[in-house]
């Protein structure tokens, strides 16, 4: 039983914001959502995470929906560097980080 | 640079031997976490340790063991190795284990291959 569904890829051109959806329609009130991002040949890298306000960062955005069913990071702006797989993960009380097969990202210049 | 050091950053090995991995975390986190990531598995948890003590355990075969040094350097051992344990091995750190809400911080990897 998957606790996020994301879609297997996506593409964006460079400099345009890329939306990158995640549902989570099991989610308790408890739970956080985190987003990392693997770029190639890299071990994974934190991106964001939320409970249930919109989150800025120096990275991305993260919006989440009002019943927190779904989220959607976004880069503002992306560049080439921003080719990655990205991860929507779900994490409850006690959990470690589990990762699905994520979003990869291609960016076209 | 995310601060976590994994060494070596490949390592080729024969069926049947047996390696260690080694991880040193960022400066004053106490946490370490190795995951492995194959291409039909992709990324799993293995074992989890908070200042030497074991903490969680997820999807580690019996033939691999870990440990937690004091000082918080981490080592992955893999032991009677087998074609299927080729796989890149990260580790991670965070500041603590408050269970569920961390940040890890992940270094870039050991590639193991097993010919």
């Known amino acids: 039983d998957a606790k996020t569904t994301q879609p297997n890829s996506m593409e964006s051109n460079e400099e345009e914001p890329v939306h990158l959806p995640c549902n989570h329609s099991?989610?308790?009130?408890?739970?956080?959502i985190h987003w990392y991002r693997q770029l190639p040949s890299q071990g994974p890298e934190y991106v964001i995470h939320?409970?249930?306000s919109n989150v800025n960062n120096r990275m991305a955005s993260l919006a989440i929906a009002e019943d927190r069913k779904s989220s959607t990071l976004i880069l503002h702006r992306a560049t080439l560097r921003d080719a990655a797989v990205y991860y929507c993960i779900r994490m409850s009380s006690g959990d470690k980080l589990t990762f699905g097969t994520g979003t990869r990202l291609a960016v076209r210049p | 640079d995310s601060g976590v050091t994994q060494t070596p950053k490949h390592l080729i090995t024969a069926t049947g031997q047996r390696v260690t991995l080694r991880c040193s975390p960022r400066s004053g986190d106490l946490s370490v976490y190795w995951y492995q990531q194959s291409l039909d598995q992709g990324l799993q948890f293995l074992i989890q340790y908070y200042n030497g003590e074991e903490r969680a355990k997820g999807n580690i075969l019996e033939r691999f063991s870990a440990q937690q040094f004091p000082d918080l350097h981490s080592e992955l051992n893999l032991s009677s190795l087998e074609l299927g344990d080729s796989a890149l091995y990260f580790c991670?750190?965070?500041?603590?284990?408050?269970?569920?809400?961390?940040?890890?911080?992940f270094g870039s990897g050991t590639q193991l291959s097993v010919l």
């Open positions: 939320g409970l249930t």
């Open positions: 099991t989610i308790s009130g408890t739970d956080y």
């Open positions: 991670a750190s965070s500041v603590d284990a408050t269970g569920g809400y961390e940040k890890l911080f």
